[in-house]
């Protein structure tokens, strides 16, 4: 009867120590595949640990007084403006803002009715940037989706709005959101700081 105790003690023990070895190996499995997932993901393979790439900020910038555009055509030989000495330099004043100002003057005049209204508006108008030279030709390239949206501004503006200096301000700063808007959805950014009129005529 004790060699049937040792035979079952012994079958115990190899038993429990198969069952130890194959807990361990279970649990050496789960530390070898947990570092290993760790490892992909701390070097970004796996997990979305991708860096951010840092885009850089290439939108028009503004452009001190005296300061070079890169983005301004090049005059050609012979031509510019006959600055002191003959350099063809620009010259700028030493008060007001420290920006330099382009301005573009659309070809056409804009002719509209008025919102609930008999009347006509004919305008010529014109708009400025402190930006880089990219705004203005921004503008010329989308002069066609420009003019539509200036046009839709005018026919949604009342007659009473144009009656007054306070209505023709509040016109001005709906245009200049109205380009912007354009540029904005064909290149990514406005620029336009104002819109001006050259002429302002109500029939």
């Known amino acids: 009867m004790s060699e049937k105790k040792d035979k079952d003690a012994k079958a115990k023990k190899k038993g429990g120590g198969k069952m130890a070895m194959v807990l361990g190996g279970a649990v050496a499995l789960l530390a070898i595949g947990g570092g290993g997932a760790y490892g ?3 070097a970004g393979v796996i997990g979305g640990g991708h860096k951010e790439e840092v885009k850089e900020d290439n939108r028009p910038k503004l452009i001190r007084k005296g300061e070079e555009d890169p983005y301004a055509p090049k005059a050609k030989e012979g031509e510019g403006g006959e600055g002191e000495g003959g350099e063809g330099k620009e010259m700028e004043g ?3 803002s420290e920006y330099r100002t382009l301005y573009y ?12 209204s008999d009347a006509l508006v004919q305008l ?8 880089d030279y990219r705004v203005m030709v921004w503008l010329k390239k989308h002069e066609l989706a420009i003019r539509s949206a200036l046009l839709d501004v005018l026919a949604e503006t009342p007659e009473a709005d144009i009656q007054n200096s306070q209505g023709k301000d509040r016109l001005q700063k709906r245009m200049t959101a109205a380009i912007n808007k354009v540029l904005t959805q064909t290149e990514g950014f406005g620029g336009v700081d104002a819109v001006y009129f050259k002429s302002f005529i109500v029939q």
Not at 106 to 115: G, I, M, Q
Not at 124 to 131: D, G, I, K, P, Q
Request: proline content about 0%.
């Open 40 to 42: 992909l993901v701390a």
């Open 124 to 131: 010529s108008v014109a708009c400025s940037t402190r930006r």
């Open 94 to 96: 030493e008060g007001g």
């Open 105 to 116: 003057s659309f070809a056409d005049d804009f002719t509209s009715n008025l919102k609930d």
